[in-house]
C-alpha cells in the first residue's frame, strides 16, 4: 500500500532524489506512436502513418508532468499508448520496469489509472459507490470490500473534499463535481501512476484551477506519478514540474516549464499569425499592436492594466519600472509618445473642474521641444496642463481624440 | 461518517427485499387459485399442503396444469429480467432487451422450420427416427436455433472492440431471421402459419414435468453465470475505456454475459416461445426502486421483481379469458408498455439538463 | 276509294281454284309456322335427371330447360351471402338476366383440384379422367390419379400462397375446385376470373350433417351432368346410412367422446351444430359440447377440457400420432385422461398411404356410412362383432 499521508515531502530539486533509488513508474524506449495500417477491403489500404518518435521518456514518482502540444500533434495518441490502449508502432512502454504488453489488465491495473475526458453517465450510481469501484483490481470476484479497502476510500473521498456529496448521485452533480468523482476512484485505485487525458475540457475556470491545483498537491503529499494531458498552458506552466510538448513535427520536447519558455520552444510551437507568447508576462498575445511606442513608466496593478488597455487599441508600450508613487492610490505614470509627424500637435486644456482628492489618477499632457510629448501622472499641478480621468477608459478615449495616428 | 447513510441505505434495500418476497408469494397462490374452473381457496390450500381432495378433476388441475404453470412464470420471470438488466448494462443502453441480440429470433428460426417444414409428415417420422419426438422437437429446435445464433454472435464480437457495432450485428441477425421465417410463412399452408403463430404468442402452459426440470436447471445455470459476473457489470457502467482502466479484461467480460444471456434467453423462447416486455421493463424498475446499481443487489431484485411480474400477468391471463385463457405475450405488453413508458417520462422530468 | 267490282265478273270456277291456290299453301305455311312456334315454345329439357337436396342446406341448385343455376350460400348471422354460378349447357345460348354470376360451360371437360376430397368427388362421379392439375402430388390417395401423375398426365399447381397462376391459367381447366370460406375474399383468385378461369367453391366442411355434407357430390355431379349416376348413389348411400342409424338407436349405452389434440394448451374442439358433433351424435355417442353453437370449431384451454378428458371414455382423432407413447410425448399429463388409462383410443389414420396422405379427408369425405359404421364400432362393438374398422385404428 502506498498511502503517504504523512511522508515528508520529498525534494524535486535534490539530485539524490532524480537518480539514486528511485526507478522510473514510466519509461519508454525508442517508442515511436502512430495509426498503424491495415487492409481496409481486398481494394484500398491504410499506410500506416507514424505521428511522433522516436520518444524516450522518463516519470518519477511524486512528479507532475504536463503534456502539451497543438491539436492533433499527438497528445492523444501518446496518452493511449501510454496507457496501453493502443499498441505503439515501434519502440516500447515500460510501467515499473515491466514492459506493458506483458502487463495483465489486472496486474496494469494495479499499477496505473486513467481518467479520461468523457463525462460517464452513470446510471443511478451514488458517489460513494461509484469511488469504491476503484478497488476493482483488488477485490475478490463479488466485489466485496474489506477495510482496508473502505479506508482507502474514505481517504480518497476526504483528499479531493467530496464528503458532502458521498450520498448523491453522480448524474446530479455538476461536471466539476464528476471529474473530482472520477480523480477519487483513480486515487481509490492506488495506483503510483495517474495518467489524465484532458480532464478540464468541460469546465468553467474555478473548476478548471480547482482540479488542476488539486493533482498539485496530490503529486507532491501522496508521491504519484501524474500525467495530465491539457490545453491550459497558463495552468501548466505554473504547476507542472516537467513539460513535455509536442512540437507538431513528430518530436517531444522536454524540459521544466522555464526552460521551454525562456529557449522559446513555446514559441516556436505555438506562435501563429496573430498570436504571440510573451514571455515576459507568460501568456499569449493576440494581436501584436503596431502603433507608435508609449514609454510607460510605473508599476503595480493599475500600470498593467493600461498597458494591457493601450497595447489592445494598438499602442506598443515600453515599461519602466521606476517608482515615483505620490499618494496611496495614484501611481506616477510618464507615457511619452514619439511620433515626428505629431509634432505641434496639442492637447488643450478642457474646462472641467477639477475633483478634490488626489486618489483619482491624473493624466496631463505636458507640450516640450522636440519630438517628446510626455503624458504625465501627477497630482501636483504645476504648469503642467492637468487633465483628469476617472478611469482607463477616458484615457482612451482621449488617446483617440488626440488624434495621434497609431 | 460516510459508513453510516451508506448503511442506511442498505436497510431500506433489505425492507424492499423482504416486501417483494411476500409480493412474489401473495402472487403465487393468487396464480394457482385463480383459473377458469373455480376452485374453492381451501381446497387449494388442501391440495397443496395436506391429503388432498375427493375431487379428482380439481387435484389434477391444481397439480398438473397450475402449479407448473406457476412455477414456469417464477422461472421465466427471473430469467428474462436478469437477461434484460445484462443487455442494458451491457450495452450502456436503456432499451435493450433480451432480444437484441437476436437470441431469441434464433430460437424462432429453428422453431419455424420445424413446424414449416414438417408439412409432409414423413420427414416428421425422420425426426423421430432420430429419438426426438414430440414436444421435445420443437424444444431443442428452438435452443439449437438460438445456439447457433449465439455463436455467430460471439465469434463477431470476439473480433471487435465497439460494443456498438456488436449491438447493430445483432439487431441485424434478428431482422435477417424474421425475413426468412416471413418467406416460409409465405409458401405454408394456413395450418402451419396458424400454429406458428399461436407459438410467437408465448405460453407457459406447455411446460410440464421433465420439460419444467430441464427449463429450470438450465435457467438455474444462466442466473449463477450472471451472479457471478456483478462485478464485471458494475465496472462495465462506467463505459468500455474505464473498465479496460480498471483491470476489467472486456473481451472476456463480454464473452461471458453474451454467454449467461444467450442460455437465459435461449431456453425460456425454446420453451415457452417469445415472451417480450419483462425483460425490458423489469429491470429500470428495479433500479428505480431499490435506488442502486450495484448488480449484486439488482439481480436478486430483478428477479423478485420479475416474478412478481409475471406471476400477475399470469392471473390477469386467465381472468380476462372465460373458457380461453389469453396469451401470455399480449398481457406483458399491455402492462409492461405503460410501465416503460412511465419510467421514461419520470427520468425525464428529474433531469435537470 | 271505289271498289272495283270488276273482280266479280270473273268466271267462279277460276275463283274458285284462286282460293285454293292461295288459301291452302297458306293454311299449310300458318300451320306450319304453329308447329314451329309449339316447339320454340316448349324445347326439351336437356337435364333430365336433376339432383334434389336433401340435407345440405349451403347450396342449392336451380334446374332450367337449358341452363343451371347454382347459388353457394354461407349463412353468417342474418346475411346471406350467396355466390351464383350459371351453368350452361355446351352448344345453347347464355341466358340473360345473370349478371352477377360465374359462367360456366358444361359439362366441363377439363378441371383443377386443389385437395384431394375434390379427387374424391370426382371419383364419385366417375370424371376423373377430366382431372388435369392437382394443388399437390402430396395428398392424393386415389390410385387412379396416382398413376395418373406417374404416367405425367398431371400438372401440380401449388396451394393457397404457392398457388401459381401462370401454370393455372397456361392450362386453362374448364374449372377449378377451391376449397375456401365462402365468407373470405374471392379476390385471391381474380386473376383466374380475369383469365376466364371458373372458380368453384367447396365449403362442405361447414354443413352440420356427414350426409349434408357428402352430398356436394351432387353439386360436383351437377358440373358434369351426371346427376343420374350421382342420384342412384347417394340413395345407397342414404339408405345404408339411415339403416346405421336404426342399429344404433338400438343401445341404451351412451359413451362420451371426445376429439382433437391441443397445441401448447389450446384444444380446438369441433363445435355442437358442426358435422363432427352429428358423425358422434349419429353413433350413439355422448359428446359433451353438444350444446355448443357454431359449425366449425371452438378453442378452449387445457383447464376447461381437463376435467372432461378425465372422465371421457373414448378419444378420437388424436392428430397425427400413432401409438400411445406419442400422446405421452407431447405431453406428459395426458397419461391421467380416462380413455388413455382404459386404453380407448382411436385414430383416424388407418388409410394412410405412403406418402402420408390420409385417405380419411378423400374418400371418407364421400363414404359417411363407412365412417359411421367405424363410430358405431368403436362405441358398441356388440353391434356389429364381425365388421373390420376401415379408417380408425385403435392406438396399442
Known amino acids: ?31 515511436c506512436i502512430g495509426y498503424h495500417g491495415r487492409a481496409n477491403n481486398l481494394i484500398n489500404r491504410v499506410e500506416a502513418k507514424k505521428i511522433a518518435g522516436p520518444i524516450n521518456l522518463e516519470l518519477y514518482a511524486g512528479k507532475l508532468v504536463c503534456l502539451l502540444g497543438a491539436n492533433g500533434a499527438g497528445k492523444s495518441t501518446l496518452i493511449k499508448t501510454l496507457s496501453g490502449i493502443q499498441v505503439p508502432l515501434s519502440g516500447q512502454v515500460f510501467i515499473e520496469d515491466k514492459p506493458i504488453s506483458k502487463l495483465s489488465p489486472q496486474e496494469l491495473a494495479t499499477k496505473l489509472s486513467l481518467v479520461l475526458t468523457e463525462t460517464v453517465r452513470s446510471w443511478n450510481l451514488d458517489v460513494y459507490s461509484l469511488i469504491s469501484l476503484g478497488r476493482f483490481p483488488y477485490t475478490g470476484w463479488l466485489g466485496n470490500l474489506s477495510d482496508e479497502d473502505l479506508a482507502i476510500i474514505n481517504f480518497a473521498i476526504e483528499a479531493v473534499n467530496l464528503l458532502d456529496f458521498i450520498n448523491r448521485k453522480v448524474d446530479e452533480l455538476s461536471d466539476g463535481e464528476k471529474q473530482r468523482v472520477m480523480l477519487a476512484r483513480a486515487l481509490v485505485q492506488d495506483t503510483g501512476l495517474i495518467i489524465l487525458d484532458e480532464p478540464t475540457a468541460h469546465l468553467d475556470i474555478p473548476n478548471r484551477i480547482s482540479l488542476m491545483g488539486l493533482l498539485h498537491t496530490l503529486s507532491r503529499e501522496q508521491h504519484k506519478a501524474i500525467l495530465i494531458s491539457t490545453h491550459e498552458l497558463d495552468l501548466a506552466l505554473q504547476i507542472a514540474d516537467e513539460i513535455w510538448l509536442f512540437d507538431g513535427n513528430g518530436n517531444l520536447i522536454t524540459g521544466t516549464p522555464e526552460e521551454l519558455v525562456m529557449n522559446d520552444h513555446f514559441s516556436s510551437v505555438f506562435d501563429k499569425k496573430g498570436t504571440l507568447y510573451d514571455k515576459s508576462t507568460g501568456v499569449f498575445k493576440m494581436n501584436a499592436p503596431t502603433g507608435p511606442v508609449i514609454e510607460m513608466l510605473g508599476e503595480g496593478i493599475p500600470a498593467f492594466w493600461t498597458r494591457r488597455a493601450l497595447e489592445r487599441i494598438g499602442y506598443r508600450v515600453s515599461q519602466k519600472s521606476e517608482n515615483q508613487a505620490t499618494s496611496d492610490l495614484s501611481t506616477v505614470m510618464e507615457i511619452t509618445t514619439s511620433d515626428v509627424s505629431l509634432s505641434g500637435v496639442c492637447i488643450a486644456p478642457t474646462n472641467q473642474p477639477e475633483p478634490e482628492t488626489n486618489k483619482i489618477l491624473k493624466v496631463s499632457i505636458q507640450k516640450e521641444g522636440g519630438n517628446n510629448y510626455w503624458i504625465l501622472c501627477r497630482t501636483e499641478i504645476d504648469g503642467t496642463v492637468n487633465y483628469t480621468f476617472n478611469s482607463i477608459n477616458e484615457l482612451l478615449i482621449k488617446l483617440e481624440n488626440s488624434g495621434i495616428r497609431k | ?97 433480451p432480444s437484441i441480440l437476436g437470441i431469441s429470433s434464433g430460437a424462432s428460426l429453428g422453431v419455424a422450420l420445424v413446424m414449416f417444414y414438417s408439412g409432409s409428415i414423413t420427414s416428421l417420422y425422420t425426426i423421430q427416427e432420430l429419438g426426438i419426438s414430440g414436444s421435445w422437437l420443437i424444444i431443442v429446435a428452438g435452443a439449437s436455433g438460438a445456439a447457433m445464433i449465439m455463436l455467430i454472435v460471439i465469434f463477431i464480437s470476439a473480433r471487435l472492440k465497439d460494443n456498438i457495432v456488436v449491438l447493430i450485428i445483432g439487431v441485424m441477425i434478428a431482422t435477417l431471421v424474421t425475413s426468412i421465417i416471413s418467406i416460409w ?14 407459438w410467437t404468442f408465448g405460453s407457459l402452459g406447455g411446460v410440464t414435468g421433465d420439460h419444467l426440470k430441464v427449463l429450470a436447471l438450465v435457467v438455474c445455470i444462466g442466473l449463477i453465470i450472471s451472479f457471478a459476473s456483478s462485478k464485471m457489470l458494475n465496472v462495465l457502467l462506467l463505459g468500455e475505456n474505464y473498465a479496460r482502466s480498471m483491470g476489467l479484461t472486456v473481451r472476456r467480460a463480454r464473452f461471458l454475459i453474451i454467454c449467461s444471456t444467450s442460455i437465459l434467453a435461449g431456453s425460456i423462447t425454446a420453451f415457452c416461445g417469445p415472451i417480450s416486455f419483462i425483460g425490458l421493463a423489469v429491470p429500470p424498475l428495479t433500479r428505480s426502486l431499490l435506488n442502486t446499481a450495484d448488480h449484486k443487489i439488482l439481480i436478486p431484485g430483478c428477479c423478485l421483481m420479475g416474478t412478481s411480474i409475471m406471476l400477475i400477468c399470469d392471473v390477469i391471463s386467465q381472468i380476462t379469458g372465460s373458457q380461453t385463457s389469453l396469451p401470455i405475450n399480449i398481457i406483458t405488453g399491455l402492462v409492461g408498455a405503460p410501465v416503460v413508458v412511465l419510467i421514461i417520462i419520470s427520468r425525464n422530468r428529474s433531469r435537470l439538463v | 276509294m271505289k271498289t272495283c267490282s270488276q273482280s266479280s265478273s270473273l268466271p267462279a270456277t277460276y ?16 300451320s306450319s309456322l304453329t308447329v314451329i312456334n309449339t316447339t320454340d315454345k316448349t324445347p326439351t329439357d336437356l337435364f333430365q335427371d336433376k339432383a334434389t337436396i336433401k340435407y345440405a342446406r349451403n347450396f342449392n341448385i336451380q334446374y332450367h330447360k337449358t341452363y343451371k343455376v347454382v347459388n353457394i350460400l354461407n349463412f353468417k ?56 392439375g392437382l394443388g399437390s402430388f402430396n395428398y392424393v390417395n386415389s390410385p387412379i390419379v396416382r398413376q395418373m401423375i406417374k404416367a405425367h398426365r398431371l400438372k401440380e399447381v401449388g396451394t393457397d400462397g404457392g398457388m401459381n397462376n401462370e401454370t393455372i391459367v397456361s392450362i386453362h381447366p374448364d374449372m377449378i375446385m377451391v376449397d375456401a370460406n365462402p365468407d373470405s375474399k374471392f379476390s385471391k383468385f381474380q386473376t383466374l376470373k380475369d383469365a376466364g378461369i371458373p372458380v368453384m367453391i367447396n365449403a362442405e366442411w361447414l354443413e352440420n350433417s356427414p350426409l349434408a355434407r357428402t352430398e356436394w357430390v351432387k353439386l360436383m355431379a351437377a358440373f358434369v351432368d351426371k346427376e343420374g349416376l350421382v342420384n342412384k348413389k347417394f340413395e345407397q348411400l342414404d339408405h345404408h346410412y339411415h339403416e346405421l342409424l336404426r342399429l344404433s338407436a338400438r343401445t341404451t349405452s351412451r359413451p362420451t367422446a371426445m376429439i382433437g389434440m391441443p397445441y401448447k394448451g389450446v384444444w380446438f374442439v369441433p363445435a355442437g351444430k358442426s358435422y363432427m358433433a352429428a358423425f ?3 353413433a350413439g355417442m355422448n359428446y359433451k359440447w353438444a350444446q355448443t353453437k357454431g359449425t366449425g370449431s371452438l378453442s378452449y384451454n387445457f383447464e376447461s377440457v381437463a376435467p372432461i378428458a378425465l372422465t371421457t371414455q373414448l378419444w378420437l382423432n388424436i392428430g397425427y400420432v400413432n401409438s400411445k407413447n406419442e400422446i405421452l410425448d407431447s405431453d406428459s399429463r395426458y397419461a391421467d385422461f380416462k380413455a388413455m388409462k382404459t386404453g ?27 365412417v359411421l359404421q367405424d363410430l358405431i364400432k368403436i362405441a358398441h362393438p356388440d353391434l356389429l362383432p364381425n365388421y373390420q374398422l376401415v379408417y380408425y385404428k385403435k392406438l396399442q
Not at chain 2, 54 to 79: E, F, H, M
Not at chain 3, 344 to 370: C, H, M, R, T
Request: aromatic residues 10%.
Open chain 1, 1 to 31: 500500500m502506498r498511502l503517504t499521508i504523512n511522508e515528508p515531502v520529498l525534494d524535486y530539486y535534490s539530485e539524490e532524489n532524480r537518480f539514486s533509488h528511485q526507478k522510473p513508474l514510466l519509461l519508454t524506449k525508442n517508442l
Open chain 2, 1 to 97: 461518517m460516510t459508513h453510516a447513510s451508506v448503511n442506511s441505505g442498505y436497510n431500506k434495500i433489505r425492507l424492499l427485499f423482504v416486501c417483494l418476497c411476500l409480493l412474489v408469494l401473495v402472487f403465487f397462490f393468487l396464480d394457482i387459485t385463480i383459473g377458469t374452473i373455480s376452485i374453492p381457496v381451501k381446497s387449494v390450500f388442501q391440495i397443496l399442503f395436506s391429503k388432498g381432495t375427493d375431487n379428482s378433476a380439481w387435484l389434477y388441475i391444481v397439480q398438473k396444469i397450475r402449479l407448473p404453470k406457476a412455477c414456469t412464470a417464477i422461472i421465466v420471470g427471473c430469467g428474462l429480467s436478469v437477461c434484460g438488466l445484462q443487455m442494458q448494462t451491457l450495452f450502456r443502453n436503456p432499451l435493450a432487451d
Open chain 2, 185 to 198: 410463412q409465405y409458401f405454408s399452408a394456413p395450418e402451419q402459419i396458424k400454429e406458428f403463430l399461436i
Open chain 3, 15 to 30: 275463283n274458285k281454284m284462286m282460293l285454293f291456290v292461295i288459301i291452302i299453301p297458306l293454311a299449310l305455311f300458318l
Open chain 3, 77 to 132: 348471422g342474418n346475411r346471406a351471402d350467396t355466390i351464383q354460378y350459371l351453368l350452361v349447357e355446351r352448344g345453347t345460348k347464355v341466358p340473360a338476366g345473370y349478371p352477377e354470376a360465374e359462367k360456366i360451360m358444361i359439362p366441363v371437360k377439363s378441371v383443377i383440384a386443389l385437395s384431394s376430397l375434390h379427387i374424391a368427388l370426382l371419383d364419385y362421379t366417375a370424371c376423373l379422367d377430366k382431372l388435369v
Open chain 3, 280 to 282: 358422434l351424435s349419429d
Open chain 3, 344 to 370: 380407448n383410443l382411436f385414430n383416424n389414420n388407418k388409410k394412410v398411404n405412403d406418402i402420408g396422405s390420409n385417405d380419411y379427408w378423400e374418400s371418407g369425405a364421400v363414404n359417411p356410412d363407412i
